[in-house]
């Protein structure tokens, strides 16, 4: 069983950054199509970036440009580095790792067969 345990949330002003980290207890990155996802209070849990098992990468629109996923297969950990964050980012953060691919995980992400418990990002004006 491949455990995912989440790390590096926090509270943040509007504009400030952080990192997250998401190591896993077995060696699956290198064949696992890999994601980031969160979910605020009231909400639905919406895709946030996905990196593929050729490093290929997909975000979300509404963080374009100020996010940036990528994983270390020798350590086994995937990260989140989050530049400029918004208040809406407020949310609890999730990773996962899914056996199909992304194209078709990022259309279906409740077909992801790991996740992480969450950290939860707060980020005031």
């Known amino acids: 069983q491949v455990q995912l345990t989440v790390s590096g949330g926090g509270s943040v002003q509007a504009g400030g950054s952080l990192r997250l980290s998401c190591p896993a207890s077995g060696y699956i990155y290198s064949s696992y199509c890999m994601g980031w996802f969160r979910q605020a209070p009231g909400k639905e849990r919406e895709k946030v970036a996905g990196i593929d098992t050729d490093g290929s990468t997909k975000y979300a629109e509404s963080v374009k440009g100020r996010f940036t996923i990528s994983k270390d297969n020798a350590k086994n950990t995937l990260y989140l580095q989050m530049n400029g964050l918004k208040p809406e980012d407020t949310a609890m953060y999730y990773c996962?790792?899914?056996?199909?691919?992304?194209?078709?995980?990022?259309?279906?992400?409740?077909?992801?067969?790991?996740w992480g418990q969450g950290t939860q990002v707060t980020v005031s004006s």
């Open positions: 996962a790792a899914g056996e199909w691919t992304c194209a078709f995980l990022w259309a279906n992400l409740y077909d992801y067969k790991y």
